[in-house]
């Protein structure tokens, strides 16, 4: 900022009238009214609150969704659970590989396939899921409070038409 535009700044103490601060507003143009860009804010908005809801777990989403799947699957493959994940494989490997260290989950040999491992989670990886259950209800509870059940069920049918 120029040394003119500093001095004819007000201080950051100094409260700004509404008039002046509705001139200081960025105009957005058309964006508002692009669904891709209301999508976006959305999920940035939806993802800063999930990733610090499950940050006392030391879970990220990605790794939330793969226990969530490796419970609902017993005996699936490590391959279909990234694929029905939309993970690419050395990426789901590496997670897989973190989640094992942690002990919350076991890769076990196929009996079908002995170049695929299955999946299962441990005593400490159901416990640990149980618990993020309960705190992804409380954050689904909070991004939606200013919806009906009508709506949510309204939104989550809107994006599935999206997606598909």
Sequence with gaps: MSRARRALAPSPDTPVPPAVEADLRVDLGPLPNLVG?????T???VF???????????????QFSALLLID???????SEIAEALGIQRPNFVAMMD??????????????TDRRSYV??????????LERAVEL????????????????????????ARIAN
């Excluded at 860009?37 to 804010?41: E, G, K």
């Excluded at 609902?72 to 490590?78: E, H, L, S, T, V």
């Design 72 to 78: 609902r699957n017993p005996g699936r493959k490590q």
């Design 119 to 128: 999946l299962e989670l441990t005593e400490a990886g159901r416990t640990l």
């Design 136 to 159: 992804v209800s409380e954050h689904e509870a909070r991004i939606t409070r200013d919806l009906s059940r009508d709506e949510v069920d309204l939104l989550l049918g809107l994006l």
């Design 98 to 111: 973190e989640m094992d260290r942690r002990g919350l989950t076991r890769r076990l040999t196929s009996e």
């Design 48 to 62: 800063a609150d999930f990733i610090a809801t499950l940050s006392e777990l030391g879970l990220r989403p990605a």
């Design 37 to 41: 860009y209301a999508m976006r804010r």
């Design 43 to 45: 999920q940035v908005a």
